[in-house]
């Protein structure tokens, strides 16, 4: 079992905004002994892996290299998929289904050829639809390959309400179920700040403002510059931490949802363990009869972009 960096190897597929900063994120925090990229973008992949090798004197002692052959990802720990169809403004991120997913047609089974024992991170938008593609194309069992989930949207959420009350985000509890996108599902009824329900703290119209800020984040910072890169990338990492040293933390990833609340046969972020075998359990956290109806909604939502795509 995985209990360090020390000998591990991460992937990260895609060279673009999100996976350069990604490996720049694991890089910095010593992550993975060995940190490889790769991309068909020759010329991209090497200049990024050469930018990233002249930065480390100065950082945890770690490997780097770059390739646009695919054999790099072999025997890989976690490989983080980052590569997709970069959203535009304006679009949401189901709009990026179709075309992402014409290219892991092609690169799922590639990966799983190279490196067939390694936790897949599914990095890449629309996050739900794309990580139920690719289990779909790969046959991997969904501990073995899940999504980033909205890891990031909690956090962002976590982050307004330290604001707001005035204390380290790190001592607000609150998690964003179901899309990574518009559906999504702040879990108000459990969220707390130390041991107080948020609910106490916070009016409903507040929250409310809250919630809408966490979904349009992204569109703001799209429009503003282009991509998203440092929150994903810093946030992508926690998640790979967590498998590489075996932390058994909880984390708000996308995954094939095991039945509970009659959501089946779709993957959805909802707070799971998670370690070095990938996703340990999912855990059934309680919610109103309106977060339920919210989640099932943001599940069909999801559910019915595959069926579109014929999965």
Not at 80 to 89: D, F, H, I, L, N
Not at 113 to 126: E, G, K, L, Q
Not at 198 to 204: A, G, M, N, P, Q
């Amino acid at each position: 079992m995985i209990s360090s960096s020390r000998g591990t190897k991460l992937a990260v597929v895609g060279a673009g905004s999100v996976g350069a900063t990604l490996a720049y994120a694991a890089v910095i925090q010593g992550l993975s002994r060995s940190v490889v990229l790769y991309d068909v973008n020759a010329a991209k992949v090497r200049a990024e892996a050469l930018d990233l090798q002249q930065s480390l004197q100065f950082v945890p002692a770690a490997h780097v290299s770059g390739s646009d052959d695919i054999g790099i990802c072999a025997g890989a720990d976690v490989i983080a998929v980052t590569a997709g169809a970069k959203q535009q403004p304006g679009q949401t991120r189901l709009d990026l289904a179709a075309s992402t997913t014409s290219l892991m047609r092609t690169l799922m089974p590639q990966l799983v050829a190279v490196a067939p024992d390694a936790i897949i991170i599914m990095v890449t938008n629309p996050v739900d639809v794309i990580t139920y593609v690719a289990q779909k194309l790969t046959g991997l069992p969904p501990h073995q390959l899940f999504g980033s989930g909205t890891v990031l949207d909690s956090a962002r959420l976590r982050g307004l309400i330290a604001s707001r009350c005035g204390v380290a985000v790190q001592n607000v509890h609150a998690y964003i179920v179901g899309e990574h996108g518009d559906s999504e599902i702040p879990l108000w009824s459990s969220a707390s700040v130390g041991a107080i329900p948020v609910t106490d703290l916070i009016e409903e119209a507040e929250r409310d403002q809250m919630a809408h800020d966490v979904v349009h984040a992204a569109y703001e910072i799209i429009s503003g510059k282009g991509a998203t890169s440092y929150a994903i990338g810093v946030s992508a990492g926690r998640i790979i931490e967590a498998v590489l040293r075996d932390e058994h933390r909880v984390l708000p990833v996308s995954t094939m949802v095991d039945g509970h609340l009659g959501i089946e046969d779709v993957c959805l972020s909802i707070p799971s363990v998670v370690g070095a075998g990938g996703i340990e359990r999912q855990l059934h956290v309680p919610m109103t009869d309106r977060e339920v109806a919210g989640l099932r909604a943001s599940a069909d939502e999801i559910r019915s972009v595959a069926r579109g795509l014929g999965f």
